[in-house]
């Protein structure tokens, strides 16, 4: 079974950084494509930022500039680098990985910016 756990998460000011981790339980490259959402209450998850296995990156619109992927294959995580964070990134973040077999989803992880 695939599993991807997310954490790092947690409450953090305007103008803050966080770092979010997405760890695998198997290799990361085995994944043709990871990507990080986010849900805000009352609102759809939206695509936040997406990795290809070859490492194409795409951000939305929103983060760009902002947050930055990058990946560890010894670790097997893919991480969400998020800087100048705003109170409109209150949100739970969720990795999905998809493989061959299936799209996985973590549990996501609550990311609060207030002051």
């Known amino acids: 079974q695939v599993q991807v756990v997310e954490s790092g998460g947690g409450l953090v000011q305007p103008g803050g950084s966080l770092r979010l981790s997405c760890t695998a339980s198997?290799?990361?490259?085995?994944?043709?494509?990871m990507a990080w959402y986010r849900q805000a209450p009352g609102k759809p998850r939206e695509l936040v930022a997406h990795?290809?296995?070859?490492?194409?990156?795409n951000y939305a619109a929103s983060v760009k500039g902002r947050f930055t992927m990058s990946r560890d294959s010894a670790k097997n995580t893919l991480y969400l680098q998020m800087n100048s964070l705003k109170p409109e990134d209150t949100a739970v973040y969720y990795c999905?990985?998809?493989?061959?077999?299936?799209?996985?989803w973590g549990q996501g992880t609550q990311v609060t910016v207030s002051s």
């Open positions: 198997l290799s990361i490259f085995r994944f043709y494509g």
């Open positions: 990795i290809t296995s070859g490492g194409s990156t």
């Open positions: 999905n990985a998809n493989h061959s077999g299936g799209s996985y």
